[in-house]
């Protein structure tokens, strides 16, 4: 049996090499062709397509590998991330070039550098630390990145008197990389999770919170009778339609509340069978969770293709202005991000769930990846702080204060302190493994709260990302 | 009596220096700041909107337990001191055994520290000095400088690098309280306020927070102000000519924009904001004579001044209306913004005392424009700008900047700088025979200094095997 299926494996393996180096050859032909037509071939746009693409196979060979656990995957998918990373590179250096300064100062400019710098992380986890399938994950989030900034305005924008100063690419330089790292801990302490043997019932339940927390948020904006506010778009200007000064117009997209409505009580059904199952010990009800999982999947699938539809280049009532008004995607996207975040956790926790033997067998032992994610927050900590205090700087240079106590400050304030406490724990009361990991997601669970939530929830000063 | 007191205070102070009570009061200041981003706070939120976001009696509440104001209320400043008490305290606490482990640092192992040390080796050795100076040797090799130690009873040597990094958390935790007191002493001493300023003015009166003003022993005029676009009209800089007035005498100026304020005395100038003050400032008329030759001239004109025509026929601006609506045959202004402006001029005649209203633009059934023995043609209105000025004051400003740097630093030290020592020390291992007992330690990256320990073994297994002074010996003997 064991020796049939090492047989087949090289077989298999070739064939999804084969077919994922056809794809980016055909892709690349495609792209060429459409190239000779239209001019120049090294713009940023034709350099963002190729990195896509590239990502795109490094994902799918990073998947394969996930799955099937075959070696010769990795340097093909490491190759693939290379050649991506170049690209995205060139087109970092392009927009660079372009705008006159480093590319921090839209979110479209700020996801391509994220993108840029998690490629880069991945790479060098791979290669220093030898964690191999960390781009199972990473990659993914860098294709969703490209995806998400071919939707924002990605015209070279003068920037604002306030942001002009080399304390802003400062700060969201430090920004970036100590999310990043942030990023890459949390990830390495999921793994560490799953190589502690923790059961595959909890990561469903967490995945359920996780998602379910995004489909509270979006319902957040869920009007009467069943609408959801999304916030208008001015054609013209190409920019968010705003009432005044900071108040943003909404108009409301009829129906599309109650769908996210079912949704959410779809992504609330694994949840509440998991608890079901815990008070009544009856495992029965976590086979039905997963089945629950498989539907909320389907369900949540429809929500953003009913969102897409909708959402892209609709018009629409407002209940705060007569008329009606525009919306496309780029007005909403934390709520593209949000809906596709979910629908990725959950098919993760379905790879988890249908291959964690292979998962376990190619990923570093627990005591290994428990140092790794150490290392990675003891990089991540200083560089949160230095973020702070270039944020406080600049600060005390445009508004005339460096701590105003505005929300997106409080919150980097607490990922500081949530942090701050991690290492606490861990260095005086020697905190390892389990309560450690748990302490990592944490922090990167308010990390993601003060990138997104804060902007999506809380107003404030930092209105420009 | 005084022994209950003292064991109070001893416990106070145990419970206050507890790691313990550090994260439950790092839990407390979290779910605190937390509240305060997510309740809508006092003085940035208008009064109108808080009673629109909360019901009043839950306001009444809110207000009660100082949660509408969280980051100025007493019990938050009281919370923050005690994170300060408790930071002060466990370094207090930690700091003595540090130091001394730091001022006095551990050269000699005894038999009970070389027994209890994980990382040692044992490396058999025919003679005592011999193998010492093989250590000594492969120290130097991996960059560190050996030190002989000489005890009465016993000799050995020891290496160490880096032991600055046992004191690397005092740093941070100093560096913390000092970000602290800046931001106390900023608290107490510091303010923060408002100076709007039309070009040519110039004042000493900032308008403060909290409602009261501020006397400067000096006044900042205005030269100017502007606003620059780009091409597609996007602001691009918003700038002010400011000079410093004392004593009656200018003693600076300074052209300040965004992102670089005028300090003056302490005292910071920050560009804030920028606009039209909906006032007047000059009116540029083309007059043409109604009768007889049409000879052009151009004329200027500002709030309620008088400009002569002929020797018979002056013209004054008499009002400005910068958003007009007609209503009633009466002509209103709807705002303050420049929206729909007109003007009111009044032409008169000495001769035949008379005087024209004239509007511009032409009203119907109000103006008597046809009468006027002049033909104005508006040709430019120039209005008046103001700058808003940001103004704060903040003595404590450089010691949370110095704080950053020292935390800076710590944390350096804290992260990527560990202490490392190494011991080698001649003993008889339990049979008798000779050996080299070699042990290390390092108080932070176990895995890294493993691989350098193992790499120093080997060293001075090289150094044992051929030594340069006993190497004809060797071959001698075979």
Same mark, same amino acid.
């Given at each position: 049996m064991s020796r049939a299926k090492a047989e087949q494996q090289p077989a298999t393996g070739t064939t999804l090499i084969v077919l994922v180096g056809l794809g980016i050859a055909f892709l690349l032909f495609m792209a060429f062709l459409n190239v000779v037509k239209s001019g120049p071939i090294l713009n940023e746009a034709n350099l963002l397509y190729a990195a896509?693409?590239?990502?795109?196979?490094? *994902?799918?060979?990073?998947?394969? %590998?996930?799955?099937?656990?075959?070696?010769?995957?990795?340097?093909?998918?490491?190759?693939?991330?290379?050649?991506? =990373?170049?690209?995205?590179? *060139?087109?970092?250096?392009?927009?660079?070039?372009?705008?006159?300064? @480093?590319?921090?100062?839209?979110?479209?400019?700020?996801?391509?550098?994220?993108?840029?710098? =998690?490629?880069?992380?991945t790479l060098i986890a791979e290669k220093r630390y030898g964690v191999k399938v960390i781009g199972t994950v990473t990659m993914?989030?860098?294709?969703?990145?490209?995806?998400?900034?071919?939707?924002?305005?990605?015209?070279?924008?003068?920037?604002?008197?306030?942001?002009?100063?080399?304390?802003?690419?400062?700060?969201?330089?430090?920004?970036?990389?100590?999310?990043?790292?942030?990023? $890459?801990?949390?990830? $390495?302490?999921?793994?560490?999770?799953?190589?502690?043997?923790?059961?595959t019932e909890s990561f469903m339940a967490a995945t359920g919170v996780f998602t379910l927390g995004i489909y509270i948020a979006i319902l957040t904006r869920f009007e009467r009778w069943g609408g959801l506010n999304v916030v208008a778009w001015d054609a013209d200007n190409k920019q968010e339609m705003f009432l005044s000064r900071g108040v943003r117009l909404f108009v409301t997209i009829p129906d599309l509340g109650w769908l996210m409505l079912l949704v959410c009580a779809t992504v609330a059904a694994p949840l509440a069978l998991y608890i079901l199952a815990r008070v009544k010990r009856n495992e029965n009800f976590l086979a039905i969770a997963n089945r629950a999982v498989f539907v909320s999947i389907l369900l949540q699938t429809l929500a953003l293709v009913f969102f897409l539809l909708r959402a892209r280049d609709?018009?629409?009532?407002?209940?705060?202005?007569?008329?009606?008004?525009?919306?496309?995607?780029?007005?909403?996207?934390?709520?593209?991000?949000?809906?596709?975040?979910?629908?990725?956790?959950?098919?993760?926790?379905?790879?988890?769930?249908?291959?964690? @033997?292979? $998962?376990?067998?190619?990923?570093? *032992?627990?005591?290994?990846?428990?140092?790794?994610?150490?290392?990675?927050?003891?990089?991540?900590? @200083?560089?949160?702080?230095?973020?702070?205090?270039?944020?406080?700087?600049?600060?005390?240079?445009?508004?005339?204060?460096?701590?105003?106590?505005?929300?997106?400050e409080t919150w980097a304030a607490i990922t500081w302190l949530?942090?701050?406490?991690?290492?606490?724990?861990?260095?005086?009361?020697?905190?390892?493994?389990?309560?450690?990991?748990?302490?990592?997601?944490?922090?990167?669970?308010?990390?993601? %709260?003060?990138?997104?939530?804060?902007?999506?929830?809380?107003? *404030?000063?930092?209105?420009?990302? | 009596m005084a022994l209950t007191l003292s064991s109070a205070l001893r416990k106070t102070w145990q419970t206050l220096s507890s790691i313990k009570t550090g994260v439950i009061l790092i839990i407390l200041?979290?779910?605190?700041?937390?509240?305060?981003?997510?309740? !809508?706070?006092?003085?940035?939120?208008?009064?109108?909107?808080?009673?629109?976001?909360?019901?009043?009696?839950?306001?009444?509440? !809110?207000?009660?337990?100082?949660?509408?104001?969280?980051?100025?209320?007493?019990?938050?400043?009281?919370?923050?001191?005690?994170?300060?008490?408790s930071i002060i305290a466990a370094s207090l606490e930690r700091f003595p055994n540090a130091w001394r482990y730091y001022a006095r640092p551990y050269k000699s192992p005894d038999e009970h520290f070389r027994r209890a040390l994980p990382t040692q080796a044992q490396i058999p050795v025919k003679d005592e000095e011999h193998a010492l100076d093989a250590v000594e040797r492969a120290l130097h090799k991996i960059g560190f400088k050996p030190e002989r130690i000489v005890r009465t009873n016993s000799f050995s040597v020891f290496a160490e690098r880096h032991r600055i990094s046992e004191m690397a958390v005092y740093i941070v935790h100093a560096s913390l309280l000092l970000i602290f007191l800046g931001g106390i002493v900023d608290a107490l001493y510091g303010w923060r306020g408002f100076l709007m300023l039309t070009p040519g003015h110039q004042s000493s009166q900032i308008e403060l927070r909290t409602g009261s003003t501020r006397t400067l022993p000096f006044a900042i005029r205005c030269d100017g102000a502007g606003e620059d676009t780009y091409a597609d009209g996007t602001p691009k800089k918003y700038w002010s000519k400011l000079a410093v007035v004392a004593d009656g005498r200018e003693v600076g100026n300074k052209e300040i924009v965004v992102n670089d304020p005028l300090v003056y005395r302490g005292v910071r100038f920050y560009q804030s904001s920028y606009g039209r003050t909906g006032k007047l400032d000059k009116l540029i008329l083309n007059v043409t004579p109604a009768s007889g030759p049409r000879v052009n001239r151009e004329i200027s004109l500002s709030q309620n001044e008088t400009v002569a025509l002929d020797a018979d026929t002056t013209?004054?601006?008499?009002?400005f209306i910068p958003d007009y609506v007609v209503e009633d045959?009466?002509?209103?202004?709807?705002?303050?913004?420049?929206?729909?402006?007109?003007?009111?001029?009044?032409?008169?005649?000495?001769?035949?005392n008379s005087s024209v209203n004239y509007w511009l633009p032409e009203i119907p059934g109000i103006a008597e424009n046809a009468s006027s023995p002049y033909i104005l043609e508006p040709k430019d209105l120039k209005t008046g700008v103001y700058t808003g000025l940001q103004v704060s004051h903040e003595p404590g400003q450089w010691a949370v900047w110095a704080g950053v740097v020292l935390m800076a630093i710590g944390l350096t030290f804290v992260f990527y700088v560990s202490h490392v020592r190494f011991w080698a020390v001649p003993v008889a291992d339990s049979q008798g025979k000779r050996t080299l007992w070699v042990g290390g330690a390092a108080n932070r990256n176990r895995d890294a200094f493993d691989v350098k320990f193992k790499h120093l073994v080997d060293e001075i297994h090289e150094e044992l095997m051929a030594p340069p002074a006993s190497a004809e010996l060797e071959t001698l003997k075979h």
């Open positions: 896509l693409i590239f990502y795109a196979g490094a *994902g799918a060979l990073y998947l394969g %590998f996930g799955v099937t656990g075959t070696e010769s995957y990795i340097k093909f998918a490491s190759l693939a991330t290379w050649a991506g =990373l170049i690209a995205n590179t *060139g087109a970092v250096a392009h927009r660079w070039y372009e705008a006159g300064h @480093p590319p921090f100062a839209s979110l479209y400019e700020m996801l391509l550098s994220f993108v840029w710098t =998690l490629a880069a992380l993914p989030v860098a294709i969703v990145g490209v995806v998400l900034m071919q939707l924002l305005r990605s015209d070279v924008r003068p920037l604002v008197p306030a942001l002009q100063s080399t304390w802003l690419h400062v700060h969201v330089t430090l920004a970036m990389l100590a999310y990043a790292a942030c990023a $890459l801990s949390f990830a $390495l302490a999921m793994m560490f999770l799953i190589q502690d043997k923790m059961k609709g018009q629409y009532t407002s209940l705060d202005a007569d008329g009606l008004y525009r919306t496309t995607l780029a007005a909403s996207p934390f709520i593209l991000s949000g809906l596709v975040a979910g629908i990725f956790a959950n098919l993760l926790y379905l790879l988890l769930l249908w291959r964690r @033997p292979d $998962l376990e067998r190619h990923l570093p *032992g627990a005591d290994a990846l428990d140092r790794i994610t150490y290392k990675t927050i003891c990089i991540a900590f @200083p560089l949160l702080t230095l973020m702070i205090a270039a944020g406080a700087y600049w600060a005390n240079r445009a508004w005339g204060s460096y701590w105003n106590w505005d929300p997106k949530v942090y701050a406490g991690y290492l606490h724990m861990r260095i005086t009361r020697g905190w390892r493994g389990r309560r450690a990991a748990y302490f990592a997601i944490l922090g990167f669970a308010v990390v993601m %709260f003060t990138f997104f939530g804060v902007t999506y929830l809380l107003p *404030g000063l930092h209105a420009y990302a | 200041v979290v779910i605190f700041s937390a509240a305060g981003t997510i309740i !809508l706070q006092r003085p940035m939120t208008e009064p109108e909107d808080m009673q629109r976001a909360y019901s009043p009696a839950m306001l009444r509440l !809110l207000d009660a337990a100082g949660l509408t104001d969280v980051f100025h209320a007493r019990w938050f400043v009281a919370l923050m001191i005690l994170v300060s008490l013209v004054q601006l008499a009002e045959g009466h002509v209103y202004s709807r705002s303050n913004e420049i929206a729909n402006p007109a003007v009111r001029l009044v032409v008169t005649s000495a001769k035949k």
